[in-house]
């Protein structure tokens, strides 16, 4: 955008970060939650949703930028809607998150917490379950935010290696998941015509095996889970491992003791605790 086309839009002062992505600044008195922003900077944006309690916005022009903004590594930043922070290096990234989780601990529980958000694996090329959108040319994509619009991509930057290749061909149906396991299985999960070798197995959005397998394994620690098709599962390779150390020394079970798995889904937490 031109500075010309960006001269006549208002300018706001940047305040902390918030939920979801946003920052919040104030227009002539009104919250205002902008997106593509850091707290501490002085940025023109656009308004693009208006109600009476909020506007939301998008950051048009950096007037005065912040420590730890970056190049966005993905050239998708800002059109698509899958990440709220390539913008942000990534230590920065850790301080923003560590004042959301801050905030909500504070708000909504009356937890005061000193820690800090820790990073896990790598930064990018992690995502283990990638769930593609396909515009109306066939072309598979990811929505942009708050959008039915599908932004085409020929790479996702955050997207595990070891995905089934879905980018860079046309497909004559939607959505398209690609999935990989911790033990190297592969799925795609769509209605779609699907090209032969492409991955393990191909089933359908009804949960119908359309060829190969069904599933795939993860393993944690000394156990094996089946997760099949489009079921639910930590898209981090490194997150369920994690999460069980954190549930594990939480609870701090005896022998005796009873626990209650709430949302259960392919039973990871049980498995260890029982």
Known sequence: MSSAETEDLPVVDVGPVAHGGHCVARLDGQVVFVRHTMPGERVRIRVTDRSKRFLRADAVEILEAAAG???????????CGGCDFQHVDP????????????????????????????????????????????????????RAHRSHEVVPVEECLIAHPDLPDVLGRRWD??????????????????????????????????????????AVHEQVRDRRFRVTGSGFWQVHPESADTLVGAVLAGAELRPGDHAADLYAGVGLFTAFLA
């Open 69 to 79: 903004r970056v190049e966005p590594p993905c050239r998708y930043a800002g059109r």
């Open 91 to 142: 230590d920065a990234q850790l301080d923003l998150l560590t004042s959301v989780v801050r905030e909500q601990l504070h708000r909504l529980a009356g937890v005061d917490w000193t820690g800090r958000v820790e990073p896990v694996g790598d930064v990018l090329g992690w995502r283990t379950r990638v769930t593609f959108a396909v515009d109306d040319d066939g072309r598979p994509g990811l």
């Open 173 to 214: 149906a939607g959505p398209v998941e690609a999935v990989t396991g911790s033990t190297g299985e592969s799925l795609v999960v769509t209605d779609a015509s699907v090209p032969k070798g492409l991955a393990d197995g191909v089933v359908g959005t009804d949960g119908q095996v359309r060829h190969g397998r069904r």
